[in-house]
């Protein structure tokens, strides 16, 4: 049953004296905090902390409806902020049953936090483990006041990361959040979001960018809209690689065949260190002159790969690799691979390296102007010419091992 805060001011729900500075449609005020009881709120599932738990849930029970059934709605959503991050849970629980919430939430007239779901999950943990008579301090937002979906996006964008800066978000989960407001549903261009949350322009570029990537391994996985197996796979560290590699990249056949690749060796990989795994393919073997020839011997590894994810839709990483396992074969094969080209790049590079370091010693050399030598003091002649003689030496030793 629908529920309107307004209408319970003066009976359950009292004011404070408490107010709170918010800026909605370009302007600042100041807005009235009120205690509000915590059986009548529920949980944002927009909140960008749990994006990827929400996409989880709808992918393996369904999705998530608050008036069907609003206390396992939140006992549900419940959960997944706790399992987001327990120790920051745990760090605010611990502080607001010392001093009492400081800090107000945000909520809308129909009861939906948009700001302050932590706090509201510490009230009930304490409410329930205590039996502590807890209230949810917040600005009540009156919707029907011409604030549109926009305006309710942008503010939370704001007190979420402008205003807070926060440091505990899952990186997959700020991932989801940027390419579901700047690209799926386009609530943001590229510069409103940046102004929304106090990055550059340049920021959010990268971040767009890193969350298509996920989106396209995702789809390489046959795991669209999965974004919670992208959480379980900590992708984030792997993902600035393989962007970092794309980006010196030209655009085309060899950039998807090389973007095919990387993705196809993040599932064929033994090493528990993925992003360091993607980071040595891109310097010993994506950079180097024979890239183009291990491509081509890898483009069995991905169309195996590729089909053997295609046979079923793909829910869990467990699934995956289940899957990729079936192709034991093709998965040696791949690591053989990416070994050998390693090792036969890091050999390669030893052996022009002397050549290489010759060539900036000369560079250098011919820097030094003739006319400045014959114009020093005594001294320094004296201290050129002993360095001369330890070059010359040198060289000497250099030619006798040819």
Known sequence: ??????????????ITSGARKLTIKGVTENYTVYKIPLEVLFYNDRNGRIATWISQYSSEVGPLNPT????????????????????????????????????????LQDGRIIDGNRRYTCLRELKYEDGMDCYFEAVILDTTNSITNKDIKRLELNLQHAEEKPVDYNPIDNLVDVYRDIIEEETFTEAEYANNTSRTKNEVTKLIEKSKLMVEFLEFMNAKGKYYIARELNLDGPLQEIMLILNKVTEGAEADSIKDTLFANLLTSKQGDLTRHIRDIGNHIIKTDNVAQFIEDH????????????ADKQSSVVSIKEAIQDEKAVVKQSQDLVEDYIEKNKLINARNKPVELLTRSFTTLDSIDSVAVSKMSDENKQEFKKLLDKMNATLGLLESKM
């Not at 609003?70 to 611990?94: C, D, V, W």
Request: charged residues 25%; hydrophobic residues 40%; positive net charge.
């Open 299 to 310: 483009e069995e590894v991905v169309e195996v790969i590729y089909e053997k994810l295609r």
């Open 68 to 107: 069907q059934d609003m206390k396992k709605y939140n006992q549900t959503l419940h959960e997944f902020i706790r399992k987001s991050n327990p120790g920051a849970l745990t760090k605010t629980k611990n502080n607001i049953k010392a001093f009492g919430q400081r800090v107000a939430g945000v909520v």
């Open 1 to 14: 049953m629908s529920i309107n805060l307004l209408d319970l001011i003066g009976t359950e729900i009292t």
